[in-house]
C-alpha cells in the first residue's frame, strides 16, 4: 500500500461493532467475509503501524443512535483499535432498516442471487437506501483530503460512487461489488427507474470490480442494454466520464489458516471433535443462514446418500454448522425452521441412541474452532445456489497442511473458477450430490494429495494481498483513462495556439467527419448534403498546398463523390472500406459481405416493429437509423437489434457498431482509424487535425500523433485532446485557419 496517500474503505459494516453497556462502549470484533478480507489485506499491508497521516480510514455503519454517536465523538472517545481511522456512520434506525434489511437485503440481494420471487420492490425502501448512501456521503466530505484514494465495497452502497465523483470529479474512485450481479434479463425486473440510478450509481466509480468474468459481462451487458452507454473493451464511456470494468475475484490470507494447522489449541479441538465423531467420517459444511446457500437441497442429498448407500448409515457425520445472519427477516426466520425440520427428519429415519447422521449448531465459531473443523474433515460440503465467490471453500483448502480432505463444490460458485480441484456440483441434483460424496469418500489419499496440492497453489499465488494490490494498481490506470477521456473544452486560448502552430506549419492533415461535424444531423440521412458556404469553405482549405484535407465519413462512396467531389479533398468512405484522393478513382478491395442479405432482413423487420427507422444500404455496410422514431422506442428497438447482431456476430465475420442513433453492420478489419494511420503513412503531416462527433471518430483520436490537436464534437468523455460544443463551432475554427494568412507572404508584404 502506497505510503504517500491514504485508502479510504467503505462498507456497510466496520470492522468493529459497538454496544453499550452501563454507559461505557464496548469494542468487539465484526464478522463477514468482507471484513475479514478487507481486514487481512490490511493488516498485512501496512506492516508496522503507520503514522496517523497514513493510517487507512474505514468508513461504515455503526449500531449507535446519531445523538449518542455525536456525543462521543465529541468527547474524543476512540472506536478503535489503532489500526484504522474509523469513521462511523450513524443511520436513523428508520433508515437503517429500510435500508439494509429492506432495499438491501430483500430487494437486491435476491434477484442478484436469482430469487426474483422473492424480491419486494417497495418505494419506500429505495428511498431510505438513497438517503442512507447521502448519509455515507455526507461522512466521506469531512474525511476526504488530497491524495486519497476512495474503495467502496457492496450493494448496500451502490448509489455512493456517482455522489461522491459528484462532489470531487477528480477523485479515485472503486467500487467492489462482492455478490453476483445478475444477467440482463434479471436485473431489468427492477423498476426503470431504480435499474438507472443503480448503473450510474457505480459508474461513478472509476474502477468497478466484480467477483469473476461472467458478472462483469454482465453489467457491461446491462449498461449497454438500459443506458446505451459506448463500450470500448472494458471501458464504458459515459455522459461525463469513463468507467473500467474487470473482474477481480476475492480471496484470502491462506498462511493465517495454514500456520493454525500446528497451534497447540487448534489441535486440542481437533483431537476432542474427533473423540466425539468416534473415528466416524466427517461431512463439513459451514454457511451463514441464507436460503442462497443451498442448505436444504444440501441435506436432501445427503439423506438421499444415505439411501442409496445403506453400509455408509452409522459410519458417517454430517457437522453442519450455520451461522446466525438476518433474523429479523422473515424469510430467514423461515429458513431456519425449515432446516431444523429437515436435520431433525434425517435424525430420526437414520440415527439411533449412539449415533447421529445430522450435528447441526446454529452458532458463530472462533478462528481456532473453525480450523480446527475445517482440519477434521474428510469431506467439504459447499453447495451454495449462486455466490459471488464464497470464501469458505478457500479456507479450508488452505486449513488442509497435511493436503488432505476433498472440497465437493457448487458449479454456481464463484470460487469454482479457480478451485479447479473440487468436486464441482450442480447443488439442485440430489444424484450429483449423492454421487459426490461416495466418491469423496472413497478417494484414494494420492488424489486428494495432488487435488490439494493444485488448489493450494493458487491460494498461494493470489491471495488476499495480491487481490487487493492488483485492484488498486488497476484503479490507477482506470484514473488515467478517466483524466484521457475527460471533457477538456477548446477554450478561445486553446484554439488561438494552434492558429498560431497551423500558420506555421509547413504541411498540414485536416480529417474531416461529416455527420454532426460539418453539419447538422438530419432525420433523413439524405437531408444532410452540405450546403454552397461550406464547400466554399473547404475548397479554400483545400486550395491551400500546405494542406491535405480528407472527408472521413460513414457515408457511401456515390454520396460523398457526388457531395464532395468537386472539390480537391480525400475522401474516405464507409468508415475507411475505400479511399479517393483528389481528382482520383475509389479504391476497390475485396471485403466480404455474404451477411449483408441476412442483414437486411434483419434491419427490415426492425424498420417494421419501429415507425420513423430507416435501413440504408452501402457497399460494404448496412445502417439501420433512428433518429426519425419515437425516442423511447427507438432507444428499446436499438438495444433489442445490438443483442441479436452480437450474437450473429459469432457466426458471420462482421462487426456492429453503434454510431448516434444509428447502428452499422460492416466486415471486421474496417475503420476511419486505419485509413487515417495509412494517410499519414503515404503523406506525413508536420501538424495534424481531426474532428468528428461520433463513436467511430474515436478510432481516428486513437491512432494521431500525441501533438495532434482532435477535437471532439460534443461535451462528451473522448480520447481527442479537447472538445467543442457543436458543428457550428467546427465552421468557426475552420474559418480561422482559412482566414489565417501565410507567413511567407505577410513577410513578403
Same mark, same amino acid.
Given at each position: 500500500?502506497?505510503?504517500?496517500?491514504?485508502?479510504?474503505?467503505?462498507?456497510?459494516?466496520?470492522?468493529?461493532?459497538?454496544?453499550?453497556?452501563?454507559?461505557?462502549?464496548?469494542?468487539?470484533?465484526?464478522? $463477514?467475509?468482507?471484513?475479514?478480507?478487507?481486514?487481512?489485506?490490511?493488516?498485512?499491508?501496512?506492516?508496522?503501524?503507520?503514522?496517523?497521516?497514513?493510517?487507512?480510514?474505514?468508513?461504515?455503519?455503526? #449500531?449507535?443512535?446519531?445523538?449518542?454517536?455525536?456525543?462521543?465523538?465529541?468527547?474524543?472517545?476512540?472506536?478503535?483499535?489503532?489500526?484504522?481511522?474509523?469513521?462511523?456512520?450513524?443511520?436513523?434506525?428508520?433508515?437503517?432498516?429500510?435500508?439494509?434489511?429492506?432495499?438491501?437485503?430483500?430487494?437486491?440481494?435476491?434477484?442478484?442471487?436469482?430469487?426474483?420471487?422473492?424480491?419486494?420492490?417497495?418505494?419506500?425502501?429505495?428511498?431510505?437506501?438513497?438517503?442512507?448512501?447521502?448519509?455515507?456521503?455526507?461522512?466521506?466530505?469531512?474525511?476526504?483530503?488530497?491524495?486519497?484514494?476512495?474503495?467502496?465495497?457492496?450493494?448496500?452502497?451502490?448509489?455512493?460512487?456517482?455522489?461522491?465523483?459528484?462532489?470531487?470529479?477528480?477523485?479515485?474512485?472503486?467500487?467492489?461489488?462482492?455478490?453476483?450481479?445478475?444477467?440482463?434479463?434479471?436485473?431489468?425486473?427492477?423498476?426503470?427507474?431504480?435499474?438507472?440510478?443503480?448503473?450510474?450509481?457505480?459508474?461513478?466509480?472509476?474502477?468497478? $470490480?466484480?467477483?469473476?468474468?461472467?458478472?462483469?459481462?454482465?453489467?457491461?451487458?446491462?449498461?449497454?442494454?438500459?443506458?446505451?452507454?459506448?463500450?470500448?473493451?472494458?471501458?464504458?464511456?459515459?455522459?461525463?466520464?469513463?468507467?473500467?470494468?474487470?473482474?477481480?475475484?476475492?480471496?484470502?490470507?491462506?498462511?493465517?489458516?495454514?500456520?493454525?494447522?500446528?497451534?497447540?489449541?487448534?489441535?486440542?479441538?481437533?483431537?476432542?471433535?474427533?473423540?466425539?465423531?468416534?473415528?466416524?467420517?466427517?461431512?463439513?459444511?459451514?454457511?451463514?443462514?441464507?436460503?442462497?446457500?443451498?442448505?436444504?437441497?444440501?441435506?436432501?442429498?445427503?439423506?438421499?446418500?444415505?439411501?442409496?448407500?445403506?453400509?455408509?448409515?452409522?459410519?458417517?457425520?454430517?457437522?453442519?454448522?450455520?451461522?446466525?445472519?438476518?433474523?429479523?427477516?422473515?424469510?430467514?426466520?423461515?429458513?431456519?425452521?425449515?432446516?431444523?425440520?429437515?436435520?431433525?427428519?434425517?435424525?430420526?429415519?437414520?440415527?439411533?441412541?449412539?449415533?447421529?447422521?445430522?450435528?447441526?449448531?446454529?452458532?458463530?465459531?472462533?478462528?481456532?474452532?473453525?480450523?480446527?473443523?475445517?482440519?477434521?474433515?474428510?469431506?467439504?460440503?459447499?453447495?451454495?445456489?449462486?455466490? $459471488?465467490?464464497?470464501?469458505?471453500?478457500?479456507?479450508?483448502?488452505?486449513?488442509?497442511?497435511?493436503?488432505?480432505?476433498?472440497?465437493?463444490?457448487?458449479?454456481?460458485?464463484?470460487?469454482?473458477?479457480?478451485?479447479?480441484?473440487?468436486?464441482?456440483?450442480?447443488?439442485?441434483?440430489?444424484?450429483?450430490?449423492?454421487?459426490?460424496?461416495?466418491?469423496?469418500?472413497?478417494?484414494?489419499?494420492?488424489?486428494?494429495?495432488?487435488?490439494?496440492?493444485?488448489?493450494?497453489?493458487?491460494?498461494?499465488?493470489?491471495?488476499?494481498?495480491?487481490?487487493?494490490?492488483?485492484?488498486?494498481?488497476?484503479?490507477?490506470?482506470?484514473?488515467?483513462?478517466?483524466?484521457?477521456?475527460?471533457?477538456? #473544452?477548446?477554450?478561445?486560448?486553446? %484554439?488561438?495556439?494552434?492558429?498560431?502552430?497551423?500558420?506555421?506549419?509547413?504541411?498540414?492533415?485536416?480529417?474531416?467527419?461529416?455527420?454532426?461535424?460539418?453539419?447538422?444531423?438530419?432525420?433523413?440521412?439524405?437531408?444532410?448534403?452540405?450546403?454552397?458556404?461550406?464547400?466554399?469553405?473547404?475548397?479554400?482549405?483545400?486550395?491551400?498546398?500546405?494542406?491535405?484535407?480528407?472527408?472521413?465519413?460513414?457515408?457511401?462512396?456515390?454520396?460523398?463523390?457526388? &457531395?464532395?467531389?468537386?472539390?480537391?479533398?480525400?475522401?474516405?468512405?464507409?468508415?475507411?472500406?475505400?479511399?479517393? *484522393? *483528389?481528382?482520383?478513382?475509389?479504391?476497390? *478491395?475485396?471485403?466480404?459481405?455474404? &451477411?449483408?442479405?441476412?442483414?437486411?432482413?434483419?434491419?427490415?423487420?426492425?424498420?417494421?416493429?419501429?415507425? $420513423?427507422?430507416?435501413?440504408?444500404?452501402?457497399?460494404?455496410?448496412?445502417?439501420?437509423?433512428?433518429?426519425?422514431? +419515437?425516442?423511447?422506442?427507438?432507444?428499446? %428497438?436499438? %438495444?433489442?437489434?445490438?443483442?441479436?447482431?452480437?450474437?450473429?456476430?459469432?457466426?458471420?465475420?462482421?462487426?456492429?457498431?453503434?454510431?448516434?442513433?444509428?447502428?452499422?453492420?460492416?466486415?471486421?478489419?474496417?475503420?476511419?482509424?486505419?485509413?487515417?494511420?495509412?494517410?499519414?503513412?503515404?503523406?506525413?503531416?508536420?501538424?495534424?487535425?481531426?474532428?468528428?462527433?461520433?463513436?467511430?471518430?474515436?478510432?481516428?483520436?486513437?491512432?494521431?500523433?500525441?501533438?495532434?490537436?482532435?477535437?471532439?464534437?460534443?461535451?462528451?468523455?473522448?480520447?481527442?485532446?479537447?472538445?467543442?460544443?457543436?458543428?457550428?463551432?467546427?465552421?468557426?475554427?475552420?474559418?480561422?485557419?482559412?482566414?489565417?494568412?501565410?507567413?511567407?507572404?505577410?513577410? +513578403?508584404?
Amino acid at each position: 500500500m502506497k505510503s504517500e496517500n491514504r485508502l479510504i474503505i467503505v462498507s456497510n459494516r466496520l470492522p468493529f461493532r459497538y454496544t453499550e453497556r452501563e454507559g461505557r462502549i464496548i469494542v468487539t470484533p465484526s464478522a $463477514g467475509g468482507l471484513v475479514s478480507s478487507i481486514g487481512s489485506y490490511l493488516d498485512k499491508a501496512m506492516g508496522p503501524a503507520p503514522m496517523d497521516h497514513a493510517r487507512p480510514v474505514w468508513v461504515g455503519a455503526t #449500531e449507535l443512535r446519531t445523538r449518542r454517536l455525536a456525543k462521543l465523538l465529541a468527547s474524543g472517545a476512540q472506536l478503535d483499535g489503532g489500526r484504522y481511522e474509523v469513521r462511523p456512520v450513524a443511520l436513523p434506525d428508520v433508515t437503517r432498516d429500510r435500508h439494509y434489511n429492506g432495499f438491501s437485503n430483500s430487494t437486491l440481494w435476491p434477484l442478484f442471487h436469482y430469487f426474483p420471487s422473492v424480491a419486494r420492490y417497495e418505494q419506500d425502501w429505495f428511498d431510505h437506501y438513497r438517503v442512507a448512501n447521502q448519509l455515507f456521503l455526507g461522512t466521506l466530505e469531512q474525511t476526504v483530503r488530497p491524495g486519497d484514494r476512495v474503495w467502496i465495497h457492496d450493494y448496500h452502497l451502490m448509489l455512493l460512487p456517482a455522489m461522491l465523483r459528484a462532489r470531487f470529479p477528480d477523485l479515485p474512485i472503486s467500487f467492489f461489488l462482492h455478490i453476483p450481479f445478475p444477467s440482463y434479463e434479471m436485473f431489468r425486473l427492477l423498476p426503470a427507474a431504480w435499474r438507472t440510478e443503480l448503473l450510474e450509481g457505480v459508474l461513478g466509480a472509476d474502477l468497478v $470490480g466484480l467477483q469473476t468474468h461472467d458478472h462483469a459481462q454482465y453489467l457491461l451487458k446491462s449498461v449497454q442494454q438500459l443506458l446505451g452507454y459506448e463500450l470500448d473493451l472494458r471501458t464504458v464511456r459515459g455522459r461525463a466520464h469513463s468507467t473500467v470494468v474487470d473482474a477481480f475475484p476475492v480471496s484470502i490470507d491462506p498462511a493465517r489458516f495454514r500456520e493454525a494447522f500446528d497451534d497447540h489449541a487448534v489441535v486440542a479441538e481437533k483431537n476432542l471433535l474427533r473423540r466425539s465423531t468416534m473415528g466416524q467420517r466427517v461431512i463439513l459444511s459451514i454457511d451463514r443462514l441464507d436460503y442462497i446457500k443451498g442448505v436444504l437441497q444440501r441435506l436432501e442429498g445427503y439423506e438421499h446418500f444415505l439411501d442409496t448407500h445403506p453400509e455408509m448409515v452409522g459410519k458417517v457425520t454430517f457437522i453442519l454448522l450455520i451461522v446466525p445472519s438476518r433474523d429479523a427477516i422473515t424469510k430467514y426466520r423461515e429458513l431456519k425452521e425449515g432446516i431444523e425440520a429437515a436435520a431433525g427428519r434425517i435424525n430420526g429415519r437414520f440415527g439411533g441412541v449412539d449415533w447421529q447422521p445430522v450435528v447441526y449448531q446454529y452458532r458463530s465459531v472462533n478462528h481456532k474452532k473453525l480450523c480446527a473443523l475445517y482440519q477434521s474433515a474428510d469431506v467439504a460440503l459447499i453447495t451454495p445456489l449462486r455466490d $459471488g465467490m464464497n470464501l469458505v471453500a478457500k479456507e479450508f483448502v488452505a486449513a488442509r497442511k497435511d493436503r488432505r480432505g476433498v472440497l465437493i463444490l457448487s458449479e454456481t460458485a464463484g470460487a469454482a473458477n479457480e478451485l479447479g480441484g473440487a468436486i464441482l456440483i450442480n447443488p439442485t441434483d440430489r444424484d450429483a450430490i449423492a454421487g459426490a460424496l461416495h466418491a469423496a469418500l472413497e478417494m484414494p489419499a494420492e488424489e486428494q494429495s495432488l487435488r490439494m496440492a493444485e488448489m493450494q497453489q493458487r491460494l498461494t499465488r493470489y491471495d488476499v494481498v495480491r487481490w487487493a494490490e492488483d485492484l488498486l494498481d488497476q484503479l490507477d490506470g482506470a484514473v488515467a483513462i478517466r483524466r484521457q477521456l475527460q471533457v477538456k #473544452e477548446a477554450t478561445p486560448e486553446v %484554439r488561438q495556439t494552434f492558429l498560431s502552430a497551423y500558420a506555421k506549419a509547413r504541411s498540414r492533415w485536416i480529417f474531416l467527419d461529416h455527420d454532426g461535424t460539418l453539419v447538422p444531423f438530419s432525420k433523413r440521412p439524405a437531408d444532410a448534403a452540405p450546403g454552397k458556404p461550406l464547400l466554399a469553405l473547404l475548397g479554400q482549405l483545400a486550395v491551400d498546398p500546405r494542406n491535405a484535407v480528407a472527408i472521413v465519413s460513414g457515408r457511401d462512396r456515390d454520396t460523398l463523390g457526388a &457531395w464532395y467531389g468537386s472539390l480537391p479533398v480525400h475522401l474516405i468512405a464507409e468508415h475507411g472500406a475505400y479511399a479517393r *484522393p *483528389p481528382n482520383g478513382s475509389w479504391s476497390v *478491395p475485396d471485403w466480404r459481405t455474404e &451477411w449483408k442479405e441476412t442483414v437486411i432482413a434483419l434491419f427490415q423487420q426492425f424498420h417494421d416493429r419501429c415507425p $420513423g427507422s430507416l435501413v440504408e444500404e452501402k457497399t460494404t455496410a448496412v445502417a439501420w437509423h433512428y433518429r426519425g422514431a +419515437a425516442q423511447d422506442l427507438g432507444f428499446l %428497438r436499438s %438495444r433489442e437489434l445490438v443483442n441479436v447482431l452480437n450474437d450473429m456476430a459469432r457466426s458471420f465475420d462482421f462487426q456492429v457498431i453503434e454510431g448516434n442513433m444509428v447502428i452499422e453492420v460492416r466486415p471486421r478489419g474496417i475503420d476511419k482509424g486505419t485509413a487515417v494511420r495509412r494517410a499519414l503513412e503515404e503523406r506525413p503531416g508536420e501538424l495534424v487535425m481531426a474532428i468528428g462527433d461520433d463513436r467511430t471518430d474515436e478510432d481516428i483520436f486513437k491512432v494521431l500523433p500525441i501533438d495532434a490537436m482532435s477535437i471532439k464534437v460534443g461535451m462528451v468523455p473522448s480520447f481527442a485532446r479537447y472538445n467543442v460544443r457543436s458543428h457550428e463551432d467546427v465552421l468557426a475554427l475552420l474559418g480561422s485557419l482559412a482566414a489565417t494568412p501565410d507567413p511567407a507572404v505577410v513577410m +513578403a508584404v
